[in-house]
């Protein structure tokens, strides 16, 4: 099992409509989460951490469950802007070592 | 304050030529790492360094790779005897000092073709 795990897609979704995406892990002893975003062709950049009680940021919502080990975003009232790839990126170990998963293409369509 | 930089953006080499990657980390941050992705494909770890020390080299390659952090001066990842296969886009990030804030920011990236 990978250690972080997502579906590559891609979503393909009007304008407008809700997507959520999940992000499993295996290591039980990660403590730190985020969701980056990563155009084509440049570098991933940061849309926020995840937190245990949640978060959410404008149109953005992310989730952590612990027990079902998976992290989520939840993207509202998509925007054409909006397509991109998502990374999930989860921090284990002694340092905090993160691993990134492979990402899920987002398209969204006018 | 700028973030973390990278160069060259692009590199061109021929095979069995060196290539030398730098990476700036941001003004404050004093852990870097290097990642290697294909097209299509995911961030790939390689190297974790703190100045002056690898810390985590778990995803290196066992040959012709290596990387350091002097105390003066940018990360370097360099490839020795460059091959077909290691092209791709090597990214470098950043974090600060707190393990408890690891949010890793990114440089833009160098594109390495071997031809």
């Known amino acids: 099992r990978k250690e972080v795990e997502q579906d590559p897609g891609p979503f393909n979704v009007p304008e407008g409509a809700t997507v959520a995406f999940n992000c499993t892990y295996s290591?039980?002893?990660?403590?730190?989460f985020f969701w980056y975003r990563q155009d084509c062709r440049k570098e991933p950049k940061l849309l926020m951490s995840?937190?245990?009680s949640g978060n959410e940021d404008g149109r953005f919502t992310a989730q952590l469950n612990r027990a079902s080990q998976y992290i989520s975003l939840l993207i509202r009232d998509s925007k054409l802007s909006d397509s991109a790839t998502y990374l999930c990126?989860?921090?284990?170990?002694?340092?905090?070592?993160?691993?990134f998963g492979t990402g899920t293409k987002l398209q969204v369509i006018p | 304050n700028a973030g973390v930089m990278q160069n060259p953006r692009h590199l061109v080499r021929r095979r069995g030529q060196e290539a030398r990657l730098r990476c700036s980390p941001m003004?404050?941050?004093?852990?870097v790492y290097w990642y290697r992705q294909l097209p299509e494909e995911g961030l790939k770890f390689m190297v974790y360094?703190?100045?002056?020390?690898?810390?985590?080299e778990s995803g290196m390659p066992k040959e012709r790779f290596s990387a350091e952090f002097p105390k003066e001066g940018p990360s370097i990842l360099r490839i020795q005897q460059v091959v077909r296969g290691d092209s791709a886009a090597y990214f470098c990030?950043?974090?600060?000092?707190?393990?408890?804030?690891?949010?890793?920011?990114f440089g833009a990236g160098t594109r390495l073709s071997v031809l």
């Open positions: 003004k404050g941050h004093s852990h």
């Open positions: 290591n039980s002893a990660s403590q730190s």
């Open positions: 995840v937190y245990s």
């Open positions: 990030a950043s974090s600060p000092p707190e393990a408890a804030k690891n949010i890793q920011y």
């Open positions: 360094l703190q100045k002056e020390n690898i810390i985590d």
């Open positions: 990126a989860v921090g284990s170990g002694g340092y905090q070592k993160v691993t």
